[in-house]
């Protein structure tokens, strides 16, 4: 069974830096390209970034390009997300999902609530 | 590319048959998916590539379209499919569409 789990919620002040997890289990982590997507309070859904199976390429929306930097560590089974100069409209629940053939996002973890206020 | 859905709300009855529409501001050459949101967790993959049907999903949704519209159609709706859906263009980088919200009549 696929599972996704991430970790590192939390509130954090504007301008500051925070760095999101996300473990996988149940297929071979290192075959597959990674995502975080992003949901507002009461807002839709955001794709905010990806990584290649090998981290050859990332892919980030403009939204977040230069501030955030994904990535992985396939000896770990480890995905993740480091988020610097964060800003209240970051505020959101992050959520971590893998990549199906093609680019599609096949299995979500459950999320984690970043809050950016002072 | 953008993704319009439409409705934004729709408001339907058990054994309706509903349709959700997706519409992309370019071709999206059948890299389309379509999930589903319940209060409070995480997305569901219903269909990829269009018409797909991930692993696991009632045979009464179905997707179908091409170029820049496609539709994703519940043929007769269970009081668990009230949600909210959303499809995702992974064509030309990655794009979800603002949602429509599936609620009981």
């Known amino acids: 069974e696929v599972q996704l789990v991430e970790s590192g919620e939390g509130l954090v002040q504007p301008g500051s830096s925070m760095k999101l997890s996300c473990v996988a289990s149940g297929f071979t982590f290192s075959n597959y390209g990674m995502n975080w997507i992003r949901q507002a309070p009461k807002k839709g859904l955001e794709w905010i970034a990806l990584i290649y199976y090998d981290s050859s390429s990332k892919y980030y929306a403009d939204s977040v390009k230069g501030r955030f930097t994904i990535s992985r560590d396939n000896s770990k089974n480890t995905l993740y997300l480091e988020m610097n100069s964060l800003r209240s409209e970051d505020t959101a629940m992050y959520y971590c999902a893998k990549g199906g053939y093609g680019g599609y996002l096949d299995y979500w973890g459950q999320g984690v609530m970043v809050t950016v206020s002072s | 590319i953008q993704l319009t859905q439409s409705p934004s709300l729709l408001s339907a009855s058990v054994g309706d048959r509903v349709t959700l529409s997706c519409k992309g501001s370019q071709n999206i050459n059948n890299y389309l998916a379509w999930y589903q949101q319940k209060l409070g967790e995480a997305p569901k993959l219903l269909i990829y590539?269009?018409?797909s049907l991930q692993t696991g999903i009632p045979s009464r949704f179905s997707g179908s379209g091409s170029g820049t519209d496609y539709t994703l159609t519940i043929s007769s709706l269970h009081s668990e499919d009230l949600a909210t859906y959303y499809c995702y263009q992974y064509n030309n980088g990655w794009t979800f569409g603002g949602g429509t919200k599936l609620e009981l009549k």
């Open positions: 590539k269009t018409n």
